[in-house]
């Protein structure tokens, strides 16, 4: 149980260009989902919490018109990269949290997005 | 500003030695402490701590939390090379349950 997908897994872009990555509870419901962003040998760091049906709640220096968040569904988060830079290029990967009294504190990950923008 | 240190950074060992990882914090509305090991993609959860002094375990790995020091533990026995990983230590905090992650332990365990 406590499965998270995401989607695609590597994406290649030019700059310029918007990328789309999507974040699935598959078999859960996630109220809230949360995205982090990871660069080589460092920890995650997170970008902005996700709230099913109301606006996303951003980290200091996370520019939101940049990292746009949708969380329109109970099991579906998505991030999108807009007008991506090479310096946006890492490792996305999106979270889920469990919805029950006893373990509201664990998240589970997603195999995270490989961005690359040339 | 919320603060998770683990040390060492990296450890090498061989395989059926024991090692222990630490990892101390500094947050304020502290909720629980989680620990992650992560091999190449995502990192998959091994325990969530939220008392002090109560041991969780799961086979060869053992972790405890004191919440009076601001620290806990994750002890790993007689280390396979597939205990080989970045294990990363987060504390959850406020009423979202925001985690904020150490910069991790890489283990090596050489056959």
């Known amino acids: 149980g406590a499965v998270v997908s995401q989607h695609p897994s590597r994406v290649i872009c030019k700059s310029g260009t918007s990328v789309k990555i999507e974040c699935r509870s598959l078999d859960f419901q996630a109220t809230t989902m949360f995205w982090y962003r990871q660069f080589p040998k460092q920890s995650l760091m997170l970008m902005a919490t996700s709230n099913e049906g109301s606006k996303a709640t951003y980290e200091q220096g996370v520019e939101k018109d940049k990292f746009l968040i949708n969380h329109a569904s109970l099991t579906l988060s998505t991030l999108t990269v807009t007008s991506a830079h090479p310096e946006d290029s890492s490792f996305y990967i999106c979270?889920?949290?469990?919805?029950?009294?006893?373990?509201?504190?664990?998240?589970?990950f997603g195999p995270g997005t490989r961005l690359t923008v040339l | 500003e919320d603060k998770v240190v683990q040390s060492p950074l990296s450890l090498v060992v061989h395989e059926g030695d024991t090692v222990t990882l630490n990892c101390s914090y500094e947050?304020?509305?502290?909720?629980?402490l989680l620990w992650y090991k992560q091999e190449k993609k995502a990192p998959t959860f091994l325990f969530m701590l939220?008392?002090?002094?109560i041991e969780k375990k799961s086979g060869r790995l053992s972790s405890i939390l004191d919440k009076k020091e601001l620290f806990s533990i994750l002890n790993i026995t007689a280390t396979q090379t597939g205990d080989s990983a970045v294990y990363l230590c987060a504390v959850a905090t406020g009423a979202n349950s925001k985690l904020t992650f150490g910069k991790g332990i890489t283990l090596s365990v050489r056959p």
């Open positions: 939220t008392s002090s002094g």
């Open positions: 979270s889920a949290r469990l919805d029950l009294s006893l373990s509201t504190d664990t998240q589970y």
């Open positions: 947050v304020t509305n502290f909720r629980s």
